[in-house]
């Protein structure tokens, strides 16, 4: 009997607890102001996406949503905030895509990428494109290879940061293609498309949010895109799939992260108003406009999509030796 009675306190204590997480998850925002911390400086895209989000979130809610931009070290400053932050629903956070090459670029990160954090919801992704100077002779990408060739190590691009998805995936065509560019990197996508505009680097990779207004002003030529299928932002420009990389394909993305060991009962709460948000006209209008292709995939899909990409990357940057400060 005495077994029993003490099955039936653990038992009725597991019950509590599941009915005050489902309470809490309830009434969530309710409490205080929600933060949303963006862990790039503002305004990137990051930033732009919490701003959307949050602004949305807000108006659907009838609570406060409050961007913290948390910048530095390619977005583990801001990332570590969320991970030790209370697991309560009042700390998120917008990630990058080096969210999955963190680990393996950076020493001793203070958190666990997969254990620490709740993944919430894969926002979206969206294609990079590789563009030149329009002083330059480089019309496609084929153009670029044949240049490599002709002479190893010749061929100069820049990307924001060594260690940056454009990066790896430069290096990761290089090693594939058996050509050999030179990588240049920049503090950030503003230094990038300063020199790139004025000639100073021939050939850069970013975004398509990044180098898109300056395609359509001219000055830079899109002549390739990482998305296996034609980004419509540039039309006309095709990937570098098409371009003798068959299967080839390489993308910036952008996630919602809680703290992890969050109750369930809140992560399922929290995702219905992100996905509500998303689901917006408006907001997906504003995504969209920054060449992403907006996704609003659960956090199971966001876990699983970050794990492939970390496996992808990593083996890259060991294979090639590469440091944060490269």
Aim: glycine share 10%.
């Amino acid at each position: 009997m005495k077994i029993i009675r003490i099955a039936l306190v653990a038992l009725s204590f597991v019950l509590a607890c599941v009915f005050a997480a489902s309470a809490a998850a309830q009434a969530w925002p309710a409490a205080k102001p929600v933060k949303v911390i963006a862990v790039f400086p503002p305004g990137g895209s990051v930033d732009q996406v919490a701003r959307v989000l949050a602004q949305q979130m807000s108006t659907q809610t009838g609570q406060t949503f409050i961007v913290d931009n948390r910048g530095g070290a390619s977005g583990s400053i801001g990332t570590a905030a969320i991970a030790k932050a209370e697991p309560d629903g009042y700390t998120i956070g917008v990630v990058f895509d080096t969210h999955a090459v963190n680990p393996s670029l950076i020493p001793n990160l203070p958190f666990d990428t997969l254990k620490d954090l709740t993944p919430l919801m894969l926002v979206g992704t969206g294609g990079m494109a590789l563009v030149a100077n329009v002083q330059q002779p480089y019309k496609s990408f084929r153009d670029v290879v044949a240049a490599a060739k002709a002479k190893p190590g010749s061929v100069a691009y820049g990307t924001i940061g060594a260690g940056s998805i454009g990066h790896l995936t430069m290096t990761q065509l290089g090693n594939q293609l058996d050509v050999e560019f030179n990588h240049i990197p920049y503090r950030g996508g503003g230094p990038l498309m300063s020199d790139a505009v004025a000639n100073q680097i021939p050939l850069a990779i970013g975004s398509v949010f990044l180098v898109s207004p300056h395609v359509a002003s001219g000055r830079l030529r899109a002549i390739a895109v990482t998305s296996l299928k034609p980004d419509p932002s540039l039309p006309g420009v095709e990937p570098i799939a098409a371009q003798g990389v068959p299967g080839f394909e390489a993308y910036t993305w952008w996630g919602v992260v809680a703290p992890g060991n969050m109750p369930a009962p809140l992560v399922k709460r929290i995702y219905e108003e992100l996905a509500k948000a998303v689901n917006t006209p408006a907001v997906r209008e504003k995504l969209a406009a920054q060449g992403m292709e907006v996704r609003g995939a659960a956090g199971d899909e966001l876990d699983a999509f970050v794990r492939k990409e970390m496996v992808r990357w990593a083996k890259v940057i060991k294979d090639n030796k590469i440091k944060s400060g490269d």
